[in-house]
Structures are given as C-alpha cells and as structure tokens.
C-alpha cells in the first residue's frame, strides 16, 4: 500500500497544489499584482494620528517564516483585506532567522503600517530585541497606543503556542526563552491599553489561565485551544470587513476570524481535529472558575476520602494533543468527574459555565465533545505545577482549583517515592523542592501498600505460542495503561535497539493479558521504524489509531505521526504518514506540517550497545528514508532482519510509575 493512501492523497495532492497546511514548505507563486506588495517602502516617519480602529499584530515569524514563509503569507493576506484610512494595522516583526518578505530584516526588529497595496516602514530603529520579552510586547503597545490614537483597540499575538504551562513565543534569534502567561499579563498591564479583543494566531491557547491572564484587558479571548489549522488564521476577509466598517460589533467580527479560518482549513484538508473559539474572559472570571472551584472542593473532598484512583483514572485519559502541553479540555474534565457521584452535581456546572464563556466555537470535526476551552492539570510532569501556581498568584485569581491540583500532585508524590523506596531503586524524588510539596498530604503507607504494583509480580511467559502476562483484579484496579514494547538484539555487534510499543492485546477469560504479536512492525519503504503508539480516537464513527516516530525529518529534531483506521487506511497495509512535528532544544512542539515528496526522514532509537553504553538517538546507516510517490508504509515481517526480537510488556500504574516486564524472545 502507498504511504499517501486514500485519505493520505488528498493531503499530498492539496500540497503539492501549494495548498500548505500546518505549515508544509512549498514554494509560493505571485501575479504581478501579489508580487507588488513583497517590498517594504524606506522608513518614513509618521506622524501622531487618531482612528477608529487601531489593530496591533505582534509577529514573533520563528521558523514559521524561516523555514516556510508562513508570516509572509499572512502579511499578503492582510494587505490584501486592507482598504480605507479609519483602521490603523500596525505591524512589529521579529524572531525568524530569514524573512520571505522583501524588505523586512532578520537582523532587528521592525514595526510597519500597512497601507493600500504594500507595507510602511515606520520605525527601523529597535534593534535586535526578543520578541519573548514582555517589555518588548509593552513597549510595542505603548508605541502603537499614543502613534495611533483610536477609539477602539485589538491585538493579535502570532507564533507558536504551547498552552498554560509552557507559554508562547519562540524567537529564533532566542531560542531558550517564551514568553510565559505571568509575562504576558505583565505585558499588558504595563501596556496600560483595553481591547476589544486579544487574538492568538498560535497552537493551544484557548485556555483558562490565558483568559484570566488576559481578562483585564480585553472584553474576549479568540484561540485555539488544539493545534491550530492550516496555515493558522486567514486574515483577509475578516480584515476587509473591519476596515469596511471598524464600527462593527465586536462579537460579530470575532466570530467572522473563526468562520474564515475553519473555512480555509477545510479547504486544505488538514488531518487531525481543530478548533477556533471566542471566549468571552469576563464569563471565565464570573462563572467558568467559581463553578470550577465548587468541583475542586469536591475534589478535595474525593482525596480526603482516598478515591485518589478514581480521579488519577479519570485525568490519564484526557490530556489534549500532547501529555507535554498538560491541558484538558474543561468540558470532557466536567464530563468525566461527572461520572462520579460525589462530584456529579459540580460537574454539570462546569460544563453549562463554560458554555457561557465559550460564545462561539468550531471544531474541524462535527461530533467532537470538546467545548473550546482547556485549563492545565499538571500529570505528566508535576514540576509544572509550579508554573501554574504563579499564574494564579501574579493574575490575582486565588483558586480552589489550585488547591485540589495540590492535593492531587501530593498523593501522586506519595505513591512515586513509595515505589522508588521498595523497589531499591537508587534515585530520588524531583519534587522536594517544589512549592506545593508536602508531606503531610500524603497518603498514609498502608494505602499506597494496597495499591503497590511490584515488578517482580509481572511475569510475562509463553504459554502455547502466546505471551501471557497474568493481571489479577486487584492488579487491574491500579493499572492506567499497557504498552506491548518490541526491542531487537544483533548477536554480532552486540547492539540492543527499540523498535517501540502498541497496543495490540486482549484479555482472556481468566483476566491474562495476552499480547498479540505475531512478529510484523511497521515499516517504511523497507525500513523497519521506531514506532510508538500513544492514542485512539474516534471521530464521525471512525476509529482511528495514532503512533509517532522519532526522527530527524528534513535535518529537524522532530516526530512523524502515523495512523490507522478502521475505514480508509486499515491495518496492516494502509497506515498513513499524517504530518510531522519538529521540536525545540527544550522539547517544545513546533507545530505540525504535511508529508512532501523528497522529504528525508532518519529515524533514531532508542539503544544499548555490548559495553552497556545507553543511546537517547542511535542511528543505522542505512535507514535513512527519502519520501517519494510511490512510498509505503506497512506492517511486515520482521524475521527478515538480522538479530533476534524480544518481547515485553510497559505497565503505567495510576501514580505515573511505570514498571518493565522481563523481556522474552520472539
């Protein structure tokens, strides 16, 4: 089956047709007209004016542009809506190592009004700054506010986005700082400017924190709260209709950014669920985090009565896109603590408190249950509670919330050093010198003792050509996840690598777990990949199952996604290489683009060579993959390799320790 299958071909075609979502490189053709509006004009001063409207757009361009002319583009549909004198758009640039638009400098920042048919130069005199910190934001506002007096204001952040926790903003010229939401709120303030509307043309920042962050600053929030679509928003109509009339309802024009840009995303048949909302910060404040705090109490009171597994159980399965970003949406939150009785009644008032701050929403796919806003609840991580914390703290907002995420973080705390005290494991716990942490909220040791899943329980054999891992009922109440791990032993060289994990195996009768191996993993033009399955999804009754692979694509750190369903691009031999992400040194997503023929991906695994040397990224000389029309990605045998595979089982309990079976051959 070829790589770019049913589903898999609209998208290549769609690219190769210069349609580029998320990002995808491609090289883009002007008319004369379009061409026109690629130079900057010379600096020119300008002098105090006053307007309707004045539209701030802050673009921090990162790789988006060096690498794919994403904020160039934008620029071109911006100036293309322009029309009329009563709207100020202001324009401070930065951050991109190379900039597409002729004219603007990789070598400092940049502000430029835009005007019929072209950009203005209108002040070359800032330097190189970091488009992450917040005086640079502030100053921008301050600038924009007394140069372009108007009665009505909006500013639109645009870059990469990474929720609550890790902020927004990769500066390329910066690359080990972002801006976190404490910055941005400093930023505002300091701005000293209200707005009608605060836009994120970013990944994954329709959250709560950013609402409260932003709430005193301006009447609605317009996000993301997934990966943003395509190529993020499309200005150009919603930008026509402002200028045409900077009278218009705020509300309205708001809900016109999200039409326009799900409208163009659907146009570029993008892979993979996304989303646009309005929030309206003043209902978050009032309604959304009162009903949440009433939850949180019933949180508490859940913890206090240790039913800490109910809730651990709960949350394992929620975390949006990444467990990186630790986010949830507070719909599917509500929806879930609504299954338990004591916090059932707290829960429906989340969800109809979020239906009335969330005022206008779209999702790419029709029977999602996500409501457009996400709130963080720090699990994969809990280090990143701190973040969270002073969040809270310098926006002002004290939370129950925050106290439960405590409580919560405490008794998972509890039940990591418990094992890491009986297992004779030598390392230590990396939270004694968080904030929240605190012993006295731990669980007793005869309750982390009841729910103690000991690795030398975990005996995985071979019993009539099957592996079979028994799990007793108490075992299956403290179990949140079962990976099937494949490793790969070459007897010569003496090297052990990882070919990855799925999740291919059933229970019996009896309760054994029983792995369904029958000796195929995932291959790419004959390559046999490093391939981690991580989730499943149903979407329009269509079940879809996703894993990743950890690369180098194009010379970038990054992960492909993969995914098979059970419609389009079946097991085995019609999976379907959806989109890449690239990451930062610090690990951080850098948004997600499509599969191009003569992409190079190098694959990289996981190893551990004869002299017991570990390796995070050993890579073969020959498994490097060059995508072309007649790619493919199956499941295949892999007794054609040379080495032996060993099978074993990855046990995640419900405190996040994970535990190892001993490894068996094949």
């Not at 324009?91 to 070598?107: L, N, P, R």
């Not at 439960?404 to 990396?430: D, I, R, T």
């Not at 790419?524 to 990743?548: A, Q, R």
């Not at 610090?586 to 694959?603: A, F, Q, W």
Request: net charge negative; aromatic share 14%.
């Amino acid at each position: 089956m070829k790589l770019f299958g049913k589903a898999a071909a609209l998208l290549l075609s769609a690219a190769m047709a210069m349609s580029v979502p998320f990002g995808a490189s491609a090289e883009k053709y002007y008319s004369e007209e379009e061409y026109s509006v690629e130079y900057a004009v010379p600096y020119e001063a300008e002098a105090s004016s006053k307007s309707d409207y004045t539209l701030m757009i802050y673009m921090c361009g990162s790789n988006l542009e060096s690498d794919m002319g994403k904020a160039t583009d934008d620029i071109n549909e911006i100036i293309k809506g322009y029309s009329g004198k009563k709207v100020n758009i202001i324009i401070q640039t930065g951050g991109a190592e190379s900039w597409d638009y002729k004219g603007i400098s990789a070598k400092k920042s940049q502000r430029y009004k835009v005007e019929k048919g072209k950009l203005k130069l209108i002040d070359d005199s800032l330097g190189q700054k970091n488009m992450a910190y917040k005086n640079t934001l502030s100053d921008f506002i301050k600038y924009c506010k007394k140069k372009y007096t108007a009665k009505k204001y909006a500013l639109v952040m645009w870059d990469h986005g990474a929720g609550s926790i890790h902020g927004l903003i990769n500066d390329e010229n910066y690359p080990d700082d972002a801006m976190e939401l404490t910055e941005l709120y400093d930023a505002l303030k300091s701005g000293g400017t209200k707005f009608e509307f605060i836009g994120f043309d970013a990944c994954m920042m329709s959250t709560m924190e950013n609402a409260l962050a932003v709430s005193k600053y301006a009447d609605y929030l317009v996000a993301s709260e997934l990966s943003e679509p395509g190529d993020g928003w499309y200005y150009t109509d919603w930008i026509s209709t402002l200028c045409k009339d900077p009278g218009t309802d705020t509300k309205k024009l708001c809900k016109k950014i999200v039409d326009d840009t799900l409208k163009k995303s659907s146009d570029d048949s993008n892979i993979g669920s996304t989303d646009v909302s309005v929030i309206d910060t003043k209902k978050v404040v009032s309604a959304v985090l009162p009903a949440l705090d009433k939850l949180s109490a019933a949180g508490n009171t859940m913890l206090s009565k240790k039913q800490y597994a109910d809730i651990a159980e709960l949350r394992y399965d929620l975390a949006l896109e990444d467990s990186y970003y630790e986010m949830v949406d507070i719909g599917q939150l509500a929806d879930a603590f609504g299954e338990l009785a004591t916090a059932k009644k707290y829960a429906g008032a989340v969800r109809s408190a979020a239906k009335k701050a969330v005022v206008y929403s779209k999702n790419s796919h029709k029977y999602s249950t996500e409501c457009g806003l996400s709130v963080a609840f720090p699990f994969d991580d809990l280090t990143n509670l701190d973040t969270l914390i002073n969040i809270y703290k310098k926006t002002g907002y004290s939370s129950e919330y925050v106290e439960f995420l405590k409580y919560f973080a405490n008794v998972m705390a509890g039940g990591q050093e418990y094992y890491l005290k009986n297992s004779g494991s030598k390392n230590k716990s990396p939270y004694s010198k968080c904030s929240w942490y605190n012993k006295k909220k731990f669980y007793a040791d005869n309750y982390y003792k009841k729910y103690y899943l000991s690795d030398d329980s975990l005996e995985l054999s071979v019993n009539r050509g099957k592996y079979v891992l028994p799990i007793t009922e108490d075992q299956s109440k403290i179990i949140s996840d079962i990976a099937v791990n494949l490793w790969y032993y070459i007897e010569d060289s003496g090297v052990l690598y990882e070919l990855g994990t799925d999740n291919t195996f059933e229970y019996d009768k009896e309760g054994n777990l029983i792995v369904k191996f029958n000796d195929n993993w995932v291959n790419i033009d004959g390559v046999f990949v490093p391939c981690y399955y991580y989730k499943t999804e149903v979407n329009e009754g269509v079940t879809e199952w996703w894993s990743y692979i950890p690369c180098y694509y194009n010379g970038k750190l990054a992960c492909a996604y993969v995914m098979w369903d059970n419609a389009y691009n079946t097991y085995p031999d019609n999976g379907v290489l959806a989109y890449w992400t690239p990451y930062s040194d610090d690990g951080t997503p850098l948004g997600k683009y499509l599969p191009e023929v003569g992409d190079v991906i190098e694959p990289y695994y996981y190893a551990m060579t004869s002299d017991n040397k570990f390796y995070s990224q050993y890579m073969f000389s020959d498994t490097t993959i060059t995508l072309s029309s007649d790619s493919y990605m199956i499941y295949e045998d892999t007794s054609v390799l040379y080495g032996r595979p060993l099978i074993g089982m990855q046990i995640t309990d419900i405190f996040n320790n994970v535990h190892y079976t001993e490894y068996i051959a094949a």
